[in-house]
């Protein structure tokens, strides 16, 4: 078991690494101080596999739980969705004491922090991460919240949970796309705030991908020890907390423009990862090496790196709708070295610039292969018909 503070004052938690935790949560909340009333909120693919456990671990303990399942994915992350969840805490008469219990993703946990943020003016609740993305990053930190139909996370509330309980085994039934796209947050910590997780996830990426224990336990602990200190350091996100964004300037812009359907949300960010350190070699702030070591990780995580065919004008029109723009201008996070970031703004002209090169490099890189090629089919006899 390993146990990561996370030092906010009066609202300071723990994160719980422990496998095998989601089946004992009734003695947790228990020991939490947790009054008799809770509600599990979770979404259907969730509640097939770890719902009726956690139901029973709860009503062992003595509490008496209620509980909503919600449909899955982003299209659930909506103020109607925490509707129906306050409609339920209403309907069966939910205190101030009593508590959420967020079983689920990253959806799951915003939605469900949300309504715990806004019932009564706020009640306790605990997160249950079962994906990677909400064990590393999501359940960690405070930020809770839903979608409006004119973009992403606009509606929310900075609400921390009283627990966070992250429980690695139930990341064997997440199917291996979301595993992989979780991995890309995962090296995001390596680069932007220690250069020896970095080399470590180098060397462990088979281990990862195989879902080895040691090596995973190993990726959600440090992660979620980074994220604390980060979120420690600057609650509100009013700057420090921006160098979380590495990867996420390009990455959200990819995100939107697939429209949430094509690229789920850490496929865009391994993107990001690779593209933003292209660009900081181009603006200056760091070795091709830098950039070189990070694209070969992310490839080496089984995701895409690769910028994918869109104009310049759409890609800077949708890095304009993110949060990240402040006065007008894109806050930026750049890679100086593995391990140590810093945040300046990107100007149009200088990211246009790199833009071109970038699809002129592509050009000419295709070009040269292309007639490697045909040497190579040459030399070997191999002619085309
Ligand atoms: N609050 C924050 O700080 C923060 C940070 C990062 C991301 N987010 C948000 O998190 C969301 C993405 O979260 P996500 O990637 O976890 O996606 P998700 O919650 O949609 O889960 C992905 C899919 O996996 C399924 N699933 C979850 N756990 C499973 C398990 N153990 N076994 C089988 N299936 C399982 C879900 O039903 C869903 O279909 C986005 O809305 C994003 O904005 C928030
Ligand atoms: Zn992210």
């Avoid at 949560?25 to 693919?45: I, M």
């Avoid at 702030?285 to 869109?310: H, N, S």
Wanted: charged share 25%; with cysteine; net charge positive.
């Amino acid at each position: 078991m390993q146990t990561i503070p996370v030092s906010l004052g009066e609202r300071s938690y723990d994160i719980v690494v422990e496998a095998g935790i989601s089946a004992a949560l009734g003695d947790r909340l228990r020991k939490l101080g947790a009054s008799k009333k809770v509600c599990v909120v979770t979404d259907r693919h969730v509640a097939r596999h770890y719902l009726e456990r956690t139901v029973r671990s709860l009503r062992k303990a003595g509490f008496e739980p209620d509980s909503v399942v919600l449909p899955p994915g982003e299209q659930a992350k909506t103020l109607a969705t925490a509707a129906r969840i306050l409609d339920a805490l209403a309907k069966h008469k939910f205190e101030r004491s009593s508590t959420l219990i967020a079983l689920g993703g990253g959806v799951v946990g915003d939605v469900t922090g949300f309504a715990a943020a806004v019932y009564q003016r706020g009640i306790p609740f605990v997160q249950v991460p079962t994906t990677l993305v909400a064990q590393v990053d999501s359940s960690v930190g405070g930020k809770t919240g839903v979608d409006h139909r004119l973009g992403k996370n606009l509606i929310g509330a900075f609400h921390q949970p009283k627990a966070v309980f992250v429980d690695p085994d139930t990341l064997r039934t997440l199917p291996r796309r979301e595993w992989v796209a979780g991995l890309a947050e995962v090296i995001k910590y390596g680069i932007i705030a220690d250069e020896r997780f970095f080399a470590f996830l180098e060397g462990a990426m088979p281990a990862l991908l195989k879902l080895e224990d040691d090596a995973v336990i190993r990726a959600i602990t440090r992660s979620c020890e980074i994220k604390a200190q980060v979120v420690a350091d600057d609650e509100r996100e009013s700057d420090r907390r921006r160098i979380l964004n590495y990867g996420h300037t390009i990455g959200h812009a990819l995100e939107s423009l697939s429209g949430y359907r094509g690229l789920i949300h850490g496929e865009a960010v391994g993107i990001g990862l690779a593209q933003e350190a292209d660009l900081a070699v181009h603006l200056g702030f760091c070795e091709g090496d830098v950039a070189a070591r990070i694209r070969d990780l992310v490839q080496r995580a089984a995701l895409q790196a690769e910028m994918p065919k869109a104009s310049f004008a759409s890609l800077w029109g949708a890095m304009q709708h993110d949060k990240k723009v402040v006065g007008g201008k894109v806050i930026g996070v750049w890679p100086v070295r593995i391990g140590e970031v810093v945040m300046r703004p990107l100007e149009k002209p200088a990211c246009a610039d790199w833009y071109r090169g970038l699809w002129r490099r592509k050009a000419d890189g295709s070009t040269r292969s292309q007639s490697l090629q045909r040497r190579g089919r040459r030399s070997t006899g191999l002619r085309g018909r």
